[in-house]
């Protein structure tokens, strides 16, 4: 009977596991194991460039790379996870439940912002979280051209100050002008629970930021958190008013709610604890990649965090260890043990660092040269051919 590898999820960690699966079965001529991949719909979507403006354009299609590697797609909605029965039961794209039995699972469902009952939060704030919300955003800037000149229509209100919240923030001025006119006199305010400016991203990127955030004219709220938003701005939590048309949330991400059907250890933010290998701590045939692992990087106490830096190099070890497992060949630990953050921000340029303290190497200019190519092409699936793509599935790849 063939068997099968159920990779759920086509984001970066789901896309690469299944890639990597299907190069380890093909090097060890195993044509009896199928790699299936269920996800909404066979499409990358680029969500680090989800600040950006043109946000329809950031997604990459599938089915022809899927059809060049053998990658099974079934177009649905993973509803339910029963590891005893090794089985998931899902939502049809056509209306309906179906179910897809696995010998390996691989978990690579990713994450999502977190939305705490502040008050108007749900019914008045954007985020750039999923390409629809980011698509909704969008359309709303565009409309703020026909509204009347104000101070509010010229205000946006960021709310968060870690890596989303400081591109998206540090863009919009730019974003703005390109609608309302260049002579406008936008505002973009940033309120951030963190003490500094950029408190979380550290010491070694802060300069940087408060440059960037000083050239742009982006304000900061430091100390701060949102207390309720309504139709026409926000309350901070000392009582102070901001008068804005557009806020946009970013604190804040959790792992897939899928996550909480695996009987397994999770930490704060849902993940759960792999091992080295990433199969999922008590359990002998689930995997866990990209945004719901809690992985090890390296031996002195670094985990992996929510991005694409992370999320390719845990899909090529998890495909690879759940086909290596199931055909009984070695699998490869995971490490990556080099941590890099390469900030967007906006026209002032970017920042480029290495290390878990963020030590800078490049800014300006060099730094926005090195996010462009990140952007546009690092992270971007291979074509659509087999030994093209599956040679780049190699876990054994280098990916700071």
Known sequence: MEKNILIIGSGFAGLWSALSAVRLLDQHARADVQVTLLAPQAELHIRPRFYEPDVHNMRAPLLDLFEATGVRFVQGLALSIDTEGRQVVYRKAEGGEGRLRYDRLVLASGSQLFRPPVPGLAEHAFDVDRIEQAALLERHLHGLGGQPESVARNTVVVAGGGFTGIETATEMPARLRAILGDGARVRVVVVDRGAQVGAALGEGIRPAILEASRELGVEWRPGRTVAA????????????RIDAGTVIWTVGFRASGLTEQIPAPRDATGRL???????????ADVYAAGDTARAATDELGNFSVMSCQHAIPLGRHAGNNAAADLIGVAPRAYSQPKYVTCLDLGAWGAVYTEGWDRQQKLVGAEAKALKSQINTQWIYPPAADRAVALAAADPAIPVA
């Open 229 to 240: 938003v309504d139709a026409r701005g926000v309350v901070l939590d000392d009582g102070q």
């Open 273 to 283: 604890q792999v091992d080295n290998h990433l199969r999922v701590a008590g359990l």
